[in-house]
């Protein structure tokens, strides 16, 4: 719950998973569940909501950033935190969602920064899709989010989920909620911390010039 009475959290869940019923959005949907339990409010969303051409320069500056790259950046931009549950392909990041990445950094001030993030995943390997996070990291901390360490990845995850959509293991179960719960009150922490600055540099170390410079200097506001 909010420490002050204030607004509940509003948090993005984005199931990163084109299939229909996949594993992932299945705990997408568990993690909505446990977030409301909580009192947060939820916005949760499917990667093929925010479908973008391949990423091109050359349409950007011909056409501009894709509407459902810009729908996924307000969205961003109205929540205090986000979740992916992402699967692994490759041991690393699905296409799709890298390309949803590339597009929405592009538009300004850039979403990702200062945005607390939780990463999750579920796969029937033994690893739960944990190597395709580790992937997803280093887009997302380039880009200033402040991805929360403990990710959450589900192994063996079709024949993991209970009829009622809960994890039949207990443990596991009581795993992830708390999971959810410790990030709850890191993004409660952070909303209500006074005000200071964070600076974003995506080329570091380089000469200040119009291809390189792209310096973001905010403030985040206190509650």
């Not at 692994?88 to 699905?94: D, K, M, T, V």
Request: a negative charge; hydrophobic letters at 40%.
């Amino acid at each position: 719950m909010p420490l002050d009475g204030s607004s509940p959290l509003q948090v993005l869940v984005l199931t990163a998973s084109l299939r229909r019923d996949s594993l992932n959005g299945r705990l997408a949907t568990l993690a909505g569940d446990v977030f409301r339990r909580h009192g947060a409010t939820i916005d949760g969303r499917h990667l093929n909501e925010f479908d973008s051409p391949s990423f091109d320069q050359d349409v950007e500056d011909e056409l501009g950033v894709p509407d459902p790259a810009n729908d996924f950046c307000q969205r961003l931009k109205q929540a205090d935190a986000f979740v992916i549950a992402s699967p692994e392909y490759n041991a690393s990041i699905p296409g799709g969602l890298k390309n949803l990445i590339d597009w929405t950094s592009r538009l300004r001030p850039q979403p990702f920064n200062g945005k607390q993030c939780l990463l999750m995943s579920a796969s029937p390997s033994m690893a739960g899709g944990n190597r395709g996070l580790w992937s997803l990291r280093v887009p997302l901390e380039h880009l200033g989010t402040r991805v929360y360490p403990d990710m959450f990845s589900l192994a063996q995850a079709h024949e993991a989920f209970a009829p009622d959509g809960r994890i039949a293991n207990d443990m596991l179960q009581k795993r992830f909620s708390e999971t959810i719960r410790c990030f709850m009150d890191l993004v409660e922490a952070a909303k209500h911390y006074p005000r200071l600055k964070k600076q974003w540099v995506e080329f570091l170390g380089e000469k200040p010039n119009r291809a390189t410079d792209r310096v973001e200097l905010s403030e985040i506001e206190a509650a």
